[in-house]
């Protein structure tokens, strides 16, 4: 008897422990449990990078490591790389490490290199239709521009560099250009009468110099310095940030504020570099170079103020011109249009209606 009330006690004692086990499981462990379950789905939705790349481009910049253009071109490396997870990689050459513009579009023609941001002077020679957008005193304004250029005007262009082996994908900003000399400050249309101006290598540029009254002298961008110093030409044109990072205002003193011309900077890609892609990786590198423009324009408005305050303070003599004399800049200019642009005034007409 006493073995039997042993036994029955000890299992009272096992349903107890076990009672016990199953109360001790309460709702605040099972929602714990709960909430750890997500956590684990979304470590199995992060984006899985590529061991290496399976395409590995070069990207084609003339400009300095801390220019606005070549850091937005890093950006847009960046970009494409993190899009497409690694599978491709930009590499940036910066400085015309790969040659000087013309010689990069040659090169991105046959595919020599993948990517360029160059400017749509020298690429004009290739995309005749490139000129309407850089006449003298096309645009109102810099808003004006980016209306055009943002628009389906600015994406009609784009497509046209298809027929020359290009792909276009964006636009960057180059500010816009104006007049600077040794000789004296320009405050009339006379007062640029005979100077020697250095030009890009541009029929327009230059037909633009010799309407204005001075002398137009094609020459390489990094030989102006050492002109400007010799006297072998008077002046040239550009903008502030390219005014000031080359030091030019430190051997041309005169700065006129006409912004005769707007000139936009496409960004390429080669279509033989096109070609080796899927139609979604092209529309990833395009998404991405948009992207990277809206960065290069706020690199760009800082840089252009922070340029234009080193000059003035360098005591650079800045002059204006009265609205009177730009109009008679204009005027002299018109020509130009019906030279360059005769086949293309019915798109000058729509760029000039952009509101």
């Keep these: 008897m006493k073995k039997v009330l042993a036994l029955m006690l000890v299992l009272m ?91 990069v579009i040659e090169q991105l023609q046959f595919g020599g290199i993948d990517f360029a941001r160059v400017s749509a002077s020298p690429l004009a020679e290739f995309s005749e239709s490139l000129n309407v957008l850089q006449m003298p005193y096309l645009y109102r304004d810099e808003a004006h521009m980016w209306a055009v250029l943002d628009g389906q005007i600015g994406q009609d262009f784009l497509d046209s560099l298809d027929d020359a082996g290009f792909v276009g994908l964006s636009w960057y900003s180059s500010g816009s250009r104006s007049f600077y000399n040794s000789v004296r400050p320009i405050n009339k249309l006379e007062d640029l009468a005979g100077l020697k101006i250095r030009v890009q290598e541009s029929a327009l540029m230059m037909g633009m110099v010799t309407a204005l009254g001075a002398n137009p002298t094609p020459m390489a961008y990094g030989e102006v310095y ?115 642009c005769s086949d293309y005034m019915g798109i000058i007409a729509d760029i000039r209606a952009t509101e």
């Design 226 to 340: 050492g002109a400007l110093q010799t006297g072998t030409i008077d002046g040239a044109e550009n903008n502030w940030p390219s005014y000031e990072s080359t030091s030019h205002y430190e051997v041309a003193q005169y700065y006129v504020l006409d912004q005769h011309t707007r000139v936009p900077e496409p960004q390429l890609m080669s279509k033989v570099t096109a070609n080796k892609l899927s139609a979604e990786d092209i529309a990833i590198i395009k998404e991405c170079a948009k992207e990277s423009a809206l960065y290069q324009r706020e690199l760009w408005t800082a840089r252009e103020a922070a340029s234009e305050k080193i000059v003035r303070d360098a005591g650079v003599t800045v002059t204006e011109l009265s609205p009177e004399e730009l109009a008679k800049f204009q005027e002299a200019c018109l020509p130009l249009y019906k030279q360059f």
């Design 13 to 103: 004692f096992v349903f107890s422990l076990v009672a016990c086990g199953q109360a001790s499981k309460t709702p605040e462990a099972t929602e714990v449990v709960a909430t750890e379950a997500p956590a684990e789905e979304a470590v199995a939705d992060e984006p899985v990078m590529a061991a290496e790349p399976e395409f590995i481009f070069r990207y084609a910049e003339n400009q300095a490591e801390d220019y606005p253009t070549t850091q937005a071109a890093y950006k847009f490396a960046d970009l494409v790389y993190e899009k497409t997870n690694g599978r491709i990689k930009i590499e940036v050459y910066s400085g015309a490490q790969l040659g000087d513009e013309k010689s």
